[in-house]
């Protein structure tokens, strides 16, 4: 099975703080990467697909990147917004079974 | 605007069975591949099964394969999953969760139901 580690596990930040989490796939999963939000109590909600494209009505504060070794990604929001403290899940979908990182958790400070 | 609609959870005794159910509307139900996707409270999200639109390819984690069944029934717009052989350590919040593209099931999730919680306890 693919595994897919997010660093950090949690992280505390300002609104108006750019923020980044990593994920990494334990192999190369090309471009088959995807991003979600959670938020307690709610289901996850789709970010970004495909490493970078916009989810349609996800703010542009958002983006993600890979290092083009289809193993390291990254999701960054450019000005965080009290609307974005939640949770985040990076997603490959380039082999079964599909499997998600653990989660980091964005916190106020 | 796409709809899942979960049902079916509840409290269940180990070793016992549960049949979940998800109600899609809003899209073409028999295009897209579904999923099971859980979650054990206050933990991370876990890929349980999915099934392509004609239920062609269907796959499953290995910690529950040989217990669940996922069907679908395009001309009711309905998921399932049957779970058998319940263990405390599938309690969790289910949720149904639709493909983002038209692909077979390795797929993300587009759309995501409210959840159905089981809970396996004696």
């Known amino acids: 099975d693919i595994q897919m580690t997010q660093s950090p596990s949690s992280l505390s930040a300002s609104v108006g703080d750019r923020v980044t989490i990593t994920c990494q796939a334990s192999e190369d999963i090309s471009n088959y990467l995807n991003w979600y939000q959670q938020k307690p109590g709610k289901a996850p909600n789709l970010l970004i697909y495909?490493?970078?494209?916009?989810e349609t009505g996800v703010p542009s504060r958002f983006s993600g990147s890979g290092s083009g070794t289809g193993t390291d990604f990254n999701l960054s929001i450019s000005s965080l917004q009290p609307e974005d403290f939640a949770t985040y899940y990076c997603q490959q979908y380039d082999i079964l079974p599909l499997t998600f990182g653990g989660g980091t958790k964005v916190e106020i400070k | 605007e796409v709809q899942l609609v979960e049902s079916g959870g509840g409290l269940v005794q180990p070793g016992r069975s549960l049949r979940l159910s998800c109600a899609g509307s809003?899209?073409?139900?028999?295009?897209?591949?579904m999923h099971w996707v859980r979650q054990a409270p206050g933990k991370g999200l876990e890929w349980v099964s999915g099934i392509s639109w004609n239920s062609g390819s269907i796959d499953y984690v290995d910690s529950v394969k040989s217990r669940f069944t996922i069907s679908r029934d395009n001309a009711k717009n309905s998921l399932f999953l049957q779970m058998n052989s319940l263990r405390a350590e599938d309690t969790a919040f289910y949720f149904c969760a639709k493909a983002n593209n038209f692909g077979t099931v390795t797929t993300g999730f587009d759309s995501w139901g409210q959840g159905t919680l089981v809970t396996v306890s004696s």
């Open positions: 495909d490493v970078s494209n916009l």
């Open positions: 809003g899209f073409p139900f028999g295009d897209y591949a």
